[in-house]
């Protein structure tokens, strides 16, 4: 079945996009539109990250639930919302960590390790998405899967302590249990 799963992954990567997008892209003619409307979703990387790809495809090994989980989100995304999703971080280094909690108060108090350091989170950019949307994402997220998730929750929309709401993002935290 791994195998399968990896397959899978790597085919979908043929279907990914590279590019960042805004709101205000339409397509280029109205054949576009119509095979577009078609999609289930497309899940794009942050400015077209070749990393965020290939993490995306390996995520099929390291935690296939998570991955399962991701083009869940990005299918009710385009059927809810009409809207695709963008993936702006999967693995995290230490270092990676340190860097970006470094204006934390709170991650100079104690260090934290995060979920994105085990291949157990992704981080969706929330920019795209009104407030009702982002709250309409999170209750589903959580309503479906945090009956199965060893974590207490399975998404939120958030900034980094200190960051300030332009860094505001979705955060997606998933083990089965």
Known sequence: MSGLLRILGKILTLFVKNATISQTEKP?????????????GIIYFKNGSKRLQDEFVALVDKNKDLHE????????????????????????TQDEQDNLYKDSTKYKEKKFSSPHQYHHAVDLRSSTF??????????????????????????KCHDIDGSGPQAEHFHIQFVKR
């Not at 990005?74 to 995290?92: G, P, S």
């Not at 994402?137 to 199965?148: A, G, M, P, Q, T």
């Open 130 to 155: 009104t407030r009702e949307e982002i709250d309409k994402l999170v209750d589903y997220l959580n309503k479906v899967y945090n009956s199965k998730n060893y974590y207490k929750w399975t998404a």
């Open 28 to 40: 280029k003619s109205q054949e576009t539109e119509n095979m577009t409307s078609k999609v289930k």
């Open 69 to 92: 989980l991701i083009v869940d989100t990005c299918a009710y995304c385009k059927a809810e919302f009409n809207k695709d999703i963008v993936i702006t971080m999967l693995y995290r």
